[in-house]
């Protein structure tokens, strides 16, 4: 599959349920590593992310088993401690291997991630924090050499609430010698759910999801089944995907408060939204309204990686909306396509000034990060015309079955 094709004139209407969370799935995997026993992990979105790092957890030497969507994974004769640059050039996020190989190896070679699409993506605080909990790293020939003969407890404040280093750190600590406490923590639902894998592991970590997380290390860990939570990501996605077309989408299987923010601004534009335990129904106004300003910021703020949907959805909006982009330097190169496809929108520096009220036209474009190629399907929707795109690779890595959803709310979307 290399080109999605998307042929509008459609509204969206129905209901459709979210997958596993990505974000929540990488990490959550990578903790299998943390013990000899078996760990099943359920509610696995089948994306090509999920699929390497079941292939690094093979590549370390565990069992690993993806089937309708549960991970099995038994981590008890692990022979290597490297991951190779092949595997770790599919995804940047193989990063949060780290912590956990040290944790069991007392050793880690990690090819080093480099830039990505989004500008610079440096691990220079996943690293200082490990430094604090006594592991030594060595870079050289575009490899990281991590080694921990026994990693201790530590105090360890982050600059800023990285998501990846609370991560790395809270899989380091849980069979660490003594107590860690992170301050600054990310408060991403993500990390909630990593705390309840790792105390079903037998982990005991307090505050998760707050600003401060207690870890207190134990010597060891043992088998456990958890299910992934929602991918608030993708039903957002999906959100504004059926709100381009006016159309009314129920997301179900969803935790409405991770979406939160996101609705506030939907709300903004006119969209009407109810939730219920689990479920959230959008609903579009005739026209979408410009929304004076949206500025990303770590959860509970407005999640970086919905920007550029809401980008595109609101580059049809009646008005100006002013979009700055906070936690990555460089989100901003999907505008470029868009523009290609008729929208209006300038960026300076940080900031995207989306005009608004834009014809949008089909155009051949191509996708240059996973969020961008979501932005361009969702564009595609409301534009005069066919429209292609390229490089869909990008979208594989964190939608299941994108194009079937959409093609169960009335979507007529191929990939080919
Ligand atoms: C995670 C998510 C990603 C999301 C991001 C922010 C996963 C697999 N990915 O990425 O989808 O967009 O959170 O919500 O969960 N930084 C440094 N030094 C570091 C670490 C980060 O400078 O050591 C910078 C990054 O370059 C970025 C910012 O901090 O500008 C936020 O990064 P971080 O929260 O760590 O994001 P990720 O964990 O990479």
Do not use: W
């Not at 006016?246 to 935790?255: L, S």
């Amino acid at each position: 599959m290399e080109r999605i094709i998307v042929t509008p004139g459609h509204r969206l209407n129905g209901e459709v349920r979210a997958s596993g969370s990505k974000n929540s799935a990488l990490p959550i995997l990578a903790s299998t590593i943390l013990t000899e026993e078996e760990c099943r992990v359920t509610r696995c979105p089948d994306i090509s992310d999920v699929d390497n790092t079941v292939q690094i957890l093979r590549y370390l030497g565990c069992e690993a088993e993806f089937s309708s969507g549960t991970v099995t994974v038994k981590a008890d004769c692990i022979e290597k401690s490297d991951i190779p640059y092949s595997l770790m050039e599919q995804m940047r996020s193989s990063i949060i291997f780290l912590g956990a190989m040290l944790a069991r190896l007392g050793r880690a070679e990690i090819s080093m991630p480099g830039g990505c699409d989004l500008g610079p993506r440096p691990i220079d605080v996943h690293i200082s924090s490990l430094k604090k909990m006594g592991a030594e790293f060595v870079e050289y020939g575009g490899f990281l050499y991590g080694e921990a003969q026994q990693l201790r407890g530590a105090y360890i404040h982050l600059p800023f609430p990285s998501v990846g280093a609370t991560e790395n750190i809270m899989l380091a600590a849980v069979t660490a010698v003594g107590e860690t406490v992170i301050s600054n923590a990310a408060k991403e639902p993500e990390i909630a759910d990593l705390a309840q894998m790792l105390t079903k592991m037998g982990a005991r970590i307090e505050g998760a999801g707050g600003d401060v997380i207690k870890i207190v290390g134990v010597k060891r860990l043992y088998g456990a089944e958890h299910e992934i939570i929602p991918d608030r990501i993708e039903a957002v996605t999906l959100i504004a995907a059926a709100m381009i077309t006016g159309g009314k989408v129920t997301v179900t299987g969803i935790v409405p408060e991770h979406i939160k923010a996101v609705a506030d601004v939907l709300e903004t534009a006119g969209v009407r939204i109810s939730t219920g335990e689990s479920f959230v129904t959008a609903d579009a106004p005739k026209r979408l309204k410009a929304v004076p300003r949206i500025v990303t910021a770590p959860y509970p703020g407005f999640p970086t990686d919905c920007q550029p949907m809401l980008t595109a959805m609101l580059s049809v909006a009646d008005g100006v909306t002013l979009v700055s982009e906070q936690v990555f330097q460089s989100r901003f190169k999907y505008v470029n396509e868009l523009y290609r496809m008729g929208a209006d929108i300038y960026v300076e520096d940080r900031t995207a000034i989306v005009l608004g009220n834009s014809r949008l036209t089909g155009a051949r474009v191509t996708a240059t990060d996973l969020r961008a190629g979501a932005a361009l399907v969702i564009a595609a929707l409301a534009s005069t015309g066919k429209t292609e795109i390229d490089d869909i690779y990008h979208i594989a890595r964190g939608y299941e079955n994108i194009d079937g959803k959409l093609r169960t709310l009335g979507a007529d979307i191929k990939m080919k």
